[in-house]
């Protein structure tokens, strides 16, 4: 399996665009993750699915970032407008199963710059 | 919510030696993680763990569910384990979120 994949690596934009990233999980996986990384406050758990669901939004950090998942195989978070604040890394992830023992497989990740 | 710490923040060893990084939690958890970040960004997961001990290569990872605490250690360490080294935890199911909180991560920095 290629593992999870992330597109684009790198995004740079300005300020009020639309940022839309995107997410693959491995096939067969249940759980979906969408992760954000900054110097500041280090990895933060931004919103899960499982089966398709969205379970917990509540480190969405505010009304411009939206995530869906249409089908099992793809999920995307999307900010609108984007702010400077809102640069950081953000990986996507996925596990099998809902259980003690189920594993978190980790995307390459996402570069996000906004000027 | 559940407080990740870990310490320490930075550790520089020569190589060859022993490595000890900690990590404490505030409540009570289904299962721990220790991850590796290396230079290059990407995350790969080291040990999920709920209970006792796992090995791996020259990796140990230990938890002591009584107090809240872990333990990666690394034995004969080389200069390619030079990588951040991150904690997270995951509440128990049903209590809330399924994804993991994390610690600040350890930057480990081995000298040849």
Same mark, same amino acid.
């Given at each position: 399996d290629a593992g999870v994949i992330q597109s684009p690596r790198h995004e740079v934009t300005e300020m009020g665009q639309e940022v839309t990233l995107r997410c693959k999980p491995i096939s067969g996986h249940d759980y979906l993750f969408w992760y954000r990384q900054t110097m500041m406050r280090g990895l933060e758990l931004l919103i899960y699915f499982n089966n398709n669901v969205p379970?917990?939004?509540?480190?969405?950090?505010? $009304?411009?970032f939206s995530a869906k998942m249409p089908n099992a195989s793809f999920s995307t978070l999307k900010i609108?407008?984007?702010?400077?604040? $809102?640069?950081a890394v953000y990986f996507c992830a996925s596990s099998l199963?809902?259980?003690?023992?189920n594993e978190q497989f980790f995307g390459p990740g996402t570069r996000l710059t906004v000027l | 919510k559940n407080e990740v710490e870990q310490s320490p923040q930075n550790l520089t060893a020569q190589e060859g030696e022993f490595i000890t990084i900690n990590c404490s939690y505030s409540v009570g958890i289904s299962a721990l993680h220790w991850l590796q970040q290396h230079p290059g960004g990407g995350i790969v997961s080291l040990f999920m763990l709920s209970s006792g001990k796992k090995k791996h290569g020259r990796l140990i990872a230990t938890i002591n569910i009584q107090e809240k605490h872990s333990s990666l250690h690394i034995t004969a360490?080389?200069?390619?384990?030079s990588a951040v080294y991150i904690c997270a935890v995951r509440s128990p199911?049903?209590?809330?979120?399924d994804g993991l909180t994390f610690g600040k991560g350890t930057h480990l920095i081995i000298q040849p």
């Amino acid at each position: 399996d290629a593992g999870v994949i992330q597109s684009p690596r790198h995004e740079v934009t300005e300020m009020g665009q639309e940022v839309t990233l995107r997410c693959k999980p491995i096939s067969g996986h249940d759980y979906l993750f969408w992760y954000r990384q900054t110097m500041m406050r280090g990895l933060e758990l931004l919103i899960y699915f499982n089966n398709n669901v969205p379970i917990d939004d509540s480190g969405m950090p505010e $009304d411009r970032f939206s995530a869906k998942m249409p089908n099992a195989s793809f999920s995307t978070l999307k900010i609108q407008p984007s702010e400077p604040r $809102d640069s950081a890394v953000y990986f996507c992830a996925s596990s099998l199963l809902r259980d003690s023992y189920n594993e978190q497989f980790f995307g390459p990740g996402t570069r996000l710059t906004v000027l | 919510k559940n407080e990740v710490e870990q310490s320490p923040q930075n550790l520089t060893a020569q190589e060859g030696e022993f490595i000890t990084i900690n990590c404490s939690y505030s409540v009570g958890i289904s299962a721990l993680h220790w991850l590796q970040q290396h230079p290059g960004g990407g995350i790969v997961s080291l040990f999920m763990l709920s209970s006792g001990k796992k090995k791996h290569g020259r990796l140990i990872a230990t938890i002591n569910i009584q107090e809240k605490h872990s333990s990666l250690h690394i034995t004969a360490s080389h200069p390619r384990d030079s990588a951040v080294y991150i904690c997270a935890v995951r509440s128990p199911s049903g209590g809330g979120a399924d994804g993991l909180t994390f610690g600040k991560g350890t930057h480990l920095i081995i000298q040849p």
